[in-house]
């Protein structure tokens, strides 16, 4: 008979996973804690998510394994945490492992006082000993027995660490000024690792450096760097042929075990992808390259398919694995090509593809496109307009084909923050390449982030199977704010913009650090943790407070609220210190600082919205590579940016701290204009 635990009354896909482990689990709660110091026992915490493939293999040989779990249960109050519910619990504990054992990751296993401080750490272990490491059945035999024996010696531990986990989250450094020397500073910086064969930064394994590319990207038009230019035009080109884009169904996998961007870590991102089409859009409009329109929009087109709830909302992941292994719903045999394709284009198609008999990843093929599809044509005697028909019908047939295995897991939560970030990108597209049918998507999402994710000025982090679930943290506040933004430019909606100012309005009040003028993680009257988390840094996604930056200067520009500016530039000028010493640390940051030490555009289209003359200006301003700028019509009358226009009036105008040039009415002379002043 089988028998479940506590976290079969969870959503979280990843706690399920856990449902029929002999493990006595509990989710993060206060019954675990009031059990633990009951009991004086202390607490097992585990931490991972959904789409981690170590997470499902420390479950398959630990936390099912009847010897490990009867240890655990009489030792431990044992606690299972997702990491993309739960990022607060996440990012304390995470900086507790580095500490501790100079290194961190997922699995991560933590071992804490029944206060839930920690006192011995670690990741992935073997359940016995073995591949260098100690096995998990020592492991809490001997940190169990330290509690029991060495009690003095495990508190004593657990308190510096309490105390240097308090130190580590307040920021040191006085505020200092941002200055256009200083962000041109950070850029040749990062640019110093950067990796002239295959682009990127640094060696294996390499993951997609989204945010530090859009600031080299906006370092690069301001300066009119060859450099830069030449840094970001070959790491978007390389990761876009490489396997870590999938060449069949669109998205990009989570990172690149090696240096070339062959072989990826195959689990899929919702942030990646969603931080993945704002920079692909912006070099789309940057450099007009149309690789970078294609990549954007099959990237979207994966997202609508796979990643999109029937409601509007966006799923989480998508796992690595299938039938339990690692890529497999994504990798082709050269005899497959040629069944499926026939023999004279499934040869030009793996000539193209780099498909061979023996294969470029464990005896299978992952396709990419290492040669100039040119070179190819000219190598194997076919046209180009050939290659690219055979190249388009083939990518078209083989994702039929692979429709038909078995896919990976799809983690079908939908967070807040992370909704808000793939609006962000959607809205920015929709923009950027004149398609009402991004519009539509982006007003569905939008909607259900309103509608389902929001109460009244609060907003939940988590929703699944109709049911919402904790409080909001900064990255759900300031990233769904974000989207909404977004939302606004794209459908010049006005509740989008007012849904926004309100998420803003909580931001300032229940995040506040009054004492730095930064911004904390979660708000005022969230559960007391061990210390209250401020996560600085740009790492795979955005930090709460770099989003938040963005948020309210945008904010202060749309209704001339210049006491969000000047919040916005204390939170933005309490983190550079930090962000000067570790600038490749900060990406997402240091893009909001270049739009800040600038002037941002502020345009105004009027005239009726279904004219055609003016749909004409509007796709002028959407093609143009404006990073930082704010826009509003004649749809948007209460808007500041209107004061003064004439609204029935066909015309552009561009503006600078509520200044504007004279109006044009010719899309060719706004194109102009708007290039000059980029």
């Given at each position: ?215 080299l990207m906006q370092v690069a038009a301001r300066t009119r760097s060859v450099e830069l230019s030449h840094m970001v035009h070959l790491t978007l080109e390389k990761m876009a042929r490489g396997g870590l884009y999938d060449q069949i169904g669109g998205g990009f996998h989570r990172y690149s075990v090696d240096a070339r961007w062959l072989a990826p870590h195959f689990e899929k991102m919702l942030y990646d992808n969603a931080l993945l089409v704002r920079l692909y859009t912006r070099a789309w409009q940057w450099s007009k390259d149309p690789l970078c329109m294609r990549v954007a929009k099959e990237t979207l087109g994966f997202v609508a398919r796979e990643m999109t709830s029937p409601q509007g909302g966006f799923y989480s992941t ?361």
């Open positions: 008979m089988t028998t479940t635990n506590r976290l079969a009354n969870e959503t979280s896909p990843y706690l399920l996973q856990h449902a029929h482990n002999p493990v006595d689990w509990y989710a993060w709660s206060d019954e675990a804690f009031a059990k633990a110091r009951g009991e004086d026992k202390p607490i097992f915490l585990s931490i991972g998510y959904s789409a981690c493939h170590w997470c499902h293999v420390m479950e398959r040989e630990s936390f099912e394994n009847e010897e490990i779990a009867a240890i655990l249960n009489r030792e431990f109050v044992s606690i299972k945490v997702d990491r993309e519910e739960r990022p607060d619990v996440d990012s304390i504990y995470m900086q507790a492992v580095q500490m501790m054992t100079g290194h961190g990751g997922w699995p991560m296993s933590m071992f804490l006082t029944p206060e839930g401080v920690p006192y011995y750490a670690g990741t992935y272990f073997p359940p016995d000993d073995g591949r260098g490491m100690p096995g998990f059945k020592r492991v809490l035999r001997h940190v169990a027995d330290a509690y029991r024996t060495r009690r003095e010696e495990v508190t004593a531990a657990s308190e510096e660490i309490r105390t240097a986990l308090q130190s580590a989250m307040n920021v040191a450094a006085s505020p200092a000024a941002v200055t256009r020397e200083g962000l041109d500073a950070a850029a040749l910086a990062i640019g110093r690792s950067f990796d002239p064969v295959h682009g990127g930064l640094g060696g294996a394994p390499k993951f997609p450096p989204s945010m530090t590319l859009d600031f998508l796992d690595a694995d299938s039938e339990g292994e690692e890529g497999k719903f994504y990798v082709w045999s050269r005899e497959e090509i040629l069944r499926e394709l026939g023999d004279e284009e499934g040869r030009i198609f793996s000539a193209l593809y780099d498909v061979s008999d023996g294969g470029n990843w464990e005896g299978k093929n992952i396709l990419n496109m290492p040669r100039d599809p040119e070179v190819v044509a000219a190598d194997i005697g076919v046209s180009m307009e050939r290659l690219t028909d055979i190249a388009s019908r083939g990518k078209c047939h083989l994702h039929g084909a692979r429709a038909k295995r078995v896919p990976p897991g799809r983690d079908e939560k939908i967070l807040a923050g992370w909704n808000g970030w793939m609006l962000a990108a959607l809205g920015e597209a929709a923009v950027a390449f004149g398609d009402e049918s991004l519009v539509t998507a982006t007003r569905n999402s939008a909607d259900f982030l309103i509608s389902t994710m929001m109460e009244g000025s609060r907003i939940y982090r988590s929703y699944k199977d109709g049911r919402r679930k904790i409080g909001g943290l900064l990255e759900d506040y300031s990233g769904a704010a974000w989207g909404l933004l977004s939302a606004f430019e794209a459908t010049r909606e006005m509740r989008y913009l007012r849904a926004a100012r309100e998420l803003a309005g909580e931001i300032v009040v229940r995040f506040a650090d009054a004492d730095s003028n930064g911004l904390f993680d979660t708000p005022d009257d969230h559960e007391a943790l061990i210390t209250r988390p401020r996560d600085l840094f740009d790492n795979a996604t955005p930090s709460g407070s770099s989003v938040a930056i963005v948020v309210l200067s945008k904010l202060a520009l749309y209704l001339n609220e210049p006491d969000l500016e000047r919040r916005a530039r204390a939170a933005l000028e309490s983190i550079w210190p930090v962000a000067q010493r570790y600038p490749s640390g900060f990406g997402f940051l240091l893009g909001a600082a270049e739009g800040m030490t600038g002037r941002p555009k502020e345009i105004v289209v009027t005239g009726a919205e279904d004219e055609p003359a003016v749909a004409a200006l509007w796709r002028a301003i959407g093609e143009a590579y404006l990073p930082h700028r704010v826009m509003a019509s004649s749809a948007t009358p209460e808007l500041p940016l209107l004061e003064g226009k004439p609204l029935d009036r066909v015309a552009g105008w561009i503006c600078e701290g509520y200044q504007c040039l004279e109006p044009v009415d010719d899309p060719q002379e706004l194109r102009r204009l708007l290039d000059e002043r980029r």
